[in-house]
């Protein structure tokens, strides 16, 4: 499990809000090193900045709300604020100023704070209404609230960017002091290298940790599809006894059930449904309090860091959806889900190979300060996924399908 949950009181971390160090950043070219360096991207394009330029010139309060598919995002974003000439924050969550003292030192002079995700953090939303209410710098908020690893698919949304965007956008009203808009981000990584060579050496080392012989003579699509059978078969082993029926999606559903069930009706008192995150953030927001204060024995503290693994467990089996791969075989998808069994299996993803990432904005959303109180869902936060996930469906078109002599996509899916 990665060191995402962090067993200490927590300690809002405002954002450096000077120029000499985003500049200096920007200068230097820092960003660039970083993401070549640990997440292989050596390009990039961007596309429709002029969208974005619009709404700095017009003086909006201005939120950026792009897809989170991989750990580099926010310095992937770095790009387009220095083609634009300007600087950002961003909302990042506070494990990660926890790493070292070197990434949080340079996650905050890049204009990062911190926001609480195992609690109501009132000072990170007071910050991020104060950004925009001022108009201070573009804002980035990472809505899905995690990263997913699956580039063309977004996770469910939280609705709190819905709520800071309009609070502010009430503000600036009252004051008259212009509008808050939101501009959705596509990010789409393509994979530039020969993928069968560069992940060959991965699967190999898994296959091996199944006591297996290399799969070399399966297609790629059936060497991925073979792992993942065997890790959800391990999985099921562990929690039910034995492997269980039905289709992969439903199987799937079972074990994040089996998982979170027992824990939502000890914290919660019922079971729920519904998005995996949301349920996830709950029960963490429930569990971890008395963690962080201390105020348990050995055994029961050593029982909720067993909660809190099966809670990870839950959101790892959520981040595989069953018909990405059948409907839509492309190389990147592939080198997601390879990069996914890694990172679940060792905490850590090496490069793979060369990546280029394309940075569309999309069309400014206007955020109005009051809310349709009969609608079924937040009507801003329906309008940002839909928009956004448009635009992934449109850049996914870009990858190509991948081939290595037989019609993977032909296979049937894994019942």
Not at 9 to 18: E, L
Not at 118 to 143: K, S
Not at 206 to 233: N, T, V, Y
Request: aromatic share 8%; with cysteine; charged share 25%.
């Amino acid at each position: 499990m990665q060191n995402i949950v962090i067993e200490k009181p927590y300690r809002f971390i405002p954002p450096y809000r000077g120029h000499w160090w985003p500049s200096f950043i920007h200068f230097c070219r820092l960003s660039d090193w970083y993401l070549r360096r640990n997440e292989g991207v050596v390009a990039y394009e961007i596309r429709e900045q002029a969208r974005l330029q619009q709404s700095l010139e017009a003086g909006h309060g201005i939120l950026l709300t792009p897809n989170h598919c991989r750990n580099g995002d926010p310095l992937a974003l770095g790009w387009l604020a220095r083609s634009l000439g300007c600087h950002l924050f961003a909302m990042a969550s506070w494990h990660l100023f926890n790493q070292s003292r070197f990434m949080a030192f340079a996650i905050r002079r890049m204009g990062a704070f911190s926001i609480y995700r195992e609690g109501v953090d009132r000072q990170a939303i007071n910050m991020a209404i104060q950004i925009l209410e001022t108009a201070e710098r573009p804002l980035i908020i990472f809505p899905e609230g995690a990263v997913s690893r699956t580039n063309d698919r977004l996770n469910a949304l939280l609705d709190g960017v819905a709520f800071i965007a309009r609070t502010a956008a009430k503000r600036r009203a009252k004051q008259a002091a212009g509008k808050v808009v939101i501009h959705p981000v596509a990010l789409k990584y393509r994979f530039l290298g020969d993928l069968r060579a560069a992940c060959d050496a991965t699967l190999s080392d898994i296959e091996h940790r199944f006591s297996w012989q290399p799969q070399r003579q399966s297609s790629l699509f059936d060497r991925i599809r073979k792992l993942g059978r065997a890790l959800l078969c391990l999985k099921e082993i562990e929690y039910f006894g034995c492997e269980q029926p039905g289709t992969v999606a439903e199987r799937q559903q079972g074990l994040i059930n089996r998982l979170l069930h027992p824990l939502e009706k000890e914290w919660h008192g019922d079971t729920k449904c519904g998005p995996v995150v949301p349920r996830v953030k709950a029960l963490r927001m429930k569990i971890l309090p008395d963690m962080v204060e201390g105020r348990l024995d050995a055994a029961e503290r050593q029982r909720r860091w067993g909660q809190l693994a099966d809670i990870y467990l839950a959101q790892q089996v959520a981040s595989y959806p069953p018909d990405y791969l059948v409907s839509r075989p492309t190389v990147d998808r592939f080198l997601e889900f390879i990069q996914r069994f890694e990172e679940d299996l060792t905490d850590r993803v090496h490069v793979y190979g060369a990546l280029k990432v394309i940075i569309e904005v999309g069309e400014a959303i206007e955020v109005h300060p009051q809310r349709d109180r009969h609608a079924e869902e937040d009507p801003l936060m329906a309008e940002i996924e839909r928009r956004l996930q448009g635009m992934l469906d449109r850049l996914a078109q870009e990858s190509p399908l991948y081939d290595d002599g037989e019609a993977a996509a032909a296979s049937p899916p894994a019942k």
